[in-house]
């Protein structure tokens, strides 16, 4: 038997702490070793405590949690998971501390919620168990060099991604010229945090990047993100191919579930698309994945070592429904190999 994740709760609420807590404690495989109520109660429990993950307010005094985290991930490179609130402000500190090198995000409850941080205790011990190597933010990453000639064929493009999507998905994205293929994504992400990261994607990257609407039509050089929270994201009318928003159940525990967007391209699209499959925990997204190279679609996973969480793409390439596994860097070149006209008139 694994030993336990050592976690150590930093939060300058003391209600949020003890709530936090009493949520870890109530998981046998979780031991939360500390509590902190701001930086510098958290950098000397760290350095006593040597806990396994750390999971942190971005509001704080004294030091917020975005600077905070800067110099964990100079100094002393560990998980690190986010407590932010729901909000627009909160959702784009949370973006901001992901591409830092955060592990994954959590929002804080309502009032009244019946099962606050209901996943925070699978998401401590999957940051226990990962292997991840610190990466510098974004602002500091080279440009890609731009995509000379690039013709886009007829495919679309379907991706899917969890934990450690945001850094994967700016990674594979900015490789694409503003004329990409069509593509559609469903990032698992909270309500709200999703607008955010879409505007956040289209700063960064050539095409346009949008939240998804219901209706929206699908076309060249625009990509559309799932929004988070009550509904999926599918494909519809091969004819004129459009976002549409469908009420469900959470699929996989998800919704959106990237299990019905690949349902749904592997049925309007068959041979004519491309799935991919970034890292992520679970097993959302593979049976799908499977459909479509079923259907005649060529199919991407991430390769283990580049992955935040081998999850995702363990199960997918598992069942046989991964072509071929690519580490992360090689992925956005690989999407347009696929999706560029060979000639005219050519998918």
Known sequence: MNAAARVLVVDDSPTMRGLISAVLRADPEVDVVGQAGDALEARAAIKALNPDVVTLDIEMPNMNGLDFLEKIMT???MPV???????HRG?????AALEIGAFDCVGKPSPGEPHPFGDLAEKVKAAARSQRQYVKPAAERVPPPAVAD???GRKIVAIGSST??????INVLQKFPANCPPTVITQHMPPT????FAERLNRLCAPVVQEATDGARLEIGKIYLAPGGERHLRVVNASAPHCRLVDGAPVNGHRPSV???FDSVAELAGRNAVGVILTGMGRDGAAGLLKMRHAGARTIGQNEKTCVVYGMPRVAHELGAVEQQFPLNAIGEEILKITAARKEGSE
């Open 193 to 196: 945090f999703t607008r955010s």
């Open 75 to 77: 100094l002393r490179p």
């Open 164 to 169: 450690g999507g945001v850094e994967a998905l």
């Open 150 to 152: 690039f013709r886009v």
């Open 81 to 87: 998971i986010m407590v932010s609130t729901m909000t």
């Open 259 to 261: 299990d019905v967007l």
């Open 91 to 95: 959702a784009d500190a949370t973006l």
